[in-house]
């Protein structure tokens, strides 16, 4: 007689829901600041409880850092992704060893911030570091609600593409796939409004 059983798989190990909320905000801050990503996971690999992957910074091709205007605030906003991730964990657990496990996020941010800020004043360096900071702040307690909603689907999934964090995001608001199809096929100004904000969480108008 043959044994034709397998062996039961072994599950992938899930990070905790503090886990969860710490790249949900990671998520959430990247898709409302409209940097794109591929996937988010809080599946445990390598040593890490959680990451988000997304798209890198746009060099230029002499390899040297974009620092015209819009490069700067393409920086600004993947330092506030960065602080995103700790301030969603203090916010979901105040308690918890937010700054210890957001290490990684604070290099990274450190290491953007030294790109775009150059000058011995280090009274203005701390004032822009701070704005960054309250920034970040703002938009975990705006966007707190699409955050839970997308911790919620991390910790019942595990790994969520962009497509999925988004769905997590316009379910908050009551917007099904359905409807985002309908909308998308109509003409009316306020249909198409809809669909905006939908594609642009945050974004209050059409321009």
């Not at 060099?59 to 991730?85: K, L, M, N, Y």
């Not at 004043?121 to 699409?146: F, K, N, S, V």
Request: include cysteine; glycine fraction near 6%; proline fraction near 6%.
């Amino acid at each position: 007689m043959s044994e034709c059983a397998s062996k039961p798989r072994r599950l992938p190990r899930l990070g905790s829901p503090a886990t969860a909320h710490h790249e949900a905000g990671h998520a959430v801050a990247s898709i409302v600041q409209r940097a794109p990503i591929k996937h988010v996971t809080i599946v445990r690999a390598a040593g890490a409880l959680g990451r988000l992957v997304h798209q890198p910074i746009r060099w230029t091709r002499q390899g040297v850092f974009d620092d015209s205007p819009h490069g700067i605030a393409r920086a600004e906003r993947h330092i506030v992704v960065c602080f995103a991730g700790p301030l969603a964990s203090r916010k979901f657990q105040p308690r918890s060893r937010w700054r210890r496990t957001g290490t990684q996020d604070f290099e990274t941010a450190l290491e953007l911030f030294y790109r775009i800020v150059v000058g011995p004043d280090q009274e203005y360096m701390e004032r822009y570091h701070g704005l960054l900071w309250r920034r970040a702040e703002l938009l975990i307690d705006y966007h707190w609600e699409e955050i839970q909603a997308v911790a919620a689907d991390l910790l019942k999934h595990g790994t969520l593409d962009e497509a999925a964090v988004r769905a997590a995001i316009y379910r908050t608001h009551g917007i099904t796939p359905e409807y985002l199809a309908q909308i998308a096929a109509g003409t009316d100004l306020n249909l198409q409004f809809d669909l905006h904000w939908a594609r642009n969480p945050g974004k209050p108008s059409l321009s």
